[in-house]
């Protein structure tokens, strides 16, 4: 159950695509009206502005009177997601380029505090407090173990490689909304983005080079299926690309968890796939690596556990947790000297998940 799984407040949401803007309303973490879907008019500003507040009006008419509390949703960046302006390179919203004051724009309109934020931001509070982290912290506390984890990072696999970080409860947004990874240096293609080589883009890109098939059309289901052996294609190459994807996604997932210190979550459209490229990302992640006196360390001081696994759950939860006796006396505490984190597949969907860190994240905000 999610921490405002019970509550009674509304919140108006959107969900903001280069071709269309989706409205509704959540209530107790649960969508409470069929969505109310607009053309985005993205390229004229004046009119995605004026398309927005009929959205937004046409929710809070069906809402039989109850009166929403915020307006909380994901926009594509780059922005100041804390103040609410939306600006840069925008690939669906090009007449946001210069910059648009979108959150204090709404909040003038419709007199409640509007929150804007990343999607992976989203679907990382999402996770952390009404998905992975607690459905985690359950099962450890179901099974005896004393262990429990305050931290969640949250991936998102499809048109680029999101991120998010909770700690402690609060979303890390950053001081510039900038917490990102995509652009780390690949360590496959010298001088390009880590990116390339992790979404969609990426799948699409490996198995046409490997297999010298050029088709445009095959999308990574596709791709996808070729390797479970259920279409026509060049296995070896649709293999070759979720390998490529699973370890490039390590390495970056390790740099992240060894400063940020969390359950990973991963979700995104390419989630799906997990079968083919969680064995090369673990394999990444449980790298040794060298000193310049040839000594041999764990690329993570911490292990990682497969938490999707039945048998590596059940280690995981079991850690090295012993009876230590406190010196000089005959009293006991328990210690577990074993460092570890965990990697799962999102459970609840990405755009679920999205859609209650949005939810959460008005409540929280506003119970401070």
Do not use: W
Not at 61 to 78: C, M, R, Y
Not at 284 to 300: F, N, V
């Amino acid at each position: 159950m999610g921490k405002y799984k019970n509550d009674k407040r509304v919140v108006l949401t959107l969900d903001a695509g280069g071709n269309s803007l989706r409205f509704n309303a959540m209530k107790g973490e649960e969508f409470i009206l069929d969505t109310i879907t607009l053309p985005s008019n993205a390229n004229n500003l004046d009119l995605c502005l004026e398309t927005m507040v009929t959205g937004f009006k046409n929710v809070i008419n069906q809402l039989g009177g109850e009166k929403p509390v915020a307006i909380s949703f994901a926009f594509p960046g780059p922005a100041d997601y804390p103040a609410g302006i939306i600006g840069g390179f925008l690939p669906n919203f090009p007449s946001f380029r210069e910059g648009v004051a979108l959150g204090p724009y709404l909040k003038e309109i419709f007199g409640i505090p509007v929150f804007i934020n990343n999607d992976g931001d989203l679907f990382a509070f999402g996770e952390a407090l009404s998905g992975a982290l607690p459905e985690v912290n359950g099962k450890l506390a179901a099974v005896g173990s004393g262990k429990r984890f305050n931290n969640l990072i949250g991936y998102t696999l499809g048109t680029g490689f999101g991120i998010g970080c909770v700690i402690n409860g609060e979303l890390n947004r950053g001081d510039n909304s900038c917490v990102e990874t995509y652009c780390l240096p690949n360590p496959h293609i010298n001088g390009v983005i880590l990116e390339d080589s992790v979404a969609i883009r990426a799948v699409k890109r490996v198995y046409s080079e490997q297999s010298g098939v050029l088709d445009a059309s095959l999308t990574p289901k596709d791709i996808y299926d070729i390797a479970e052996g259920t279409r026509p294609g060049d296995r070896k190459a649709a293999l070759a690309a979720f390998e490529e994807l699973g370890r490039v996604a390590g390495k970056a997932m390790a740099t992240a968890a060894q400063l940020m210190d969390g359950i990973i979550v991963i979700g995104g459209g390419i989630s799906a796939s997990a079968k083919f490229f969680m064995p090369y990302l673990l394999e990444e992640m449980r790298a040794s690596i060298k000193t310049l006196s040839g000594d041999t360390l764990q690329r993570l001081q911490m292990k990682v556990y497969n938490l999707d696994d039945e048998a590596e759950f059940a280690a995981f939860a079991k850690g090295e947790a012993r009876e230590l006796k406190i010196y000089g006396t005959e009293k006991t505490v328990i210690y577990d000297p074993q460092k570890r984190i965990g990697v799962t597949i999102d459970k609840i969907g990405t755009s679920t998940a999205i859609s209650v860190g949005a939810y959460d994240f008005a409540l929280a905000e506003l119970d401070k």
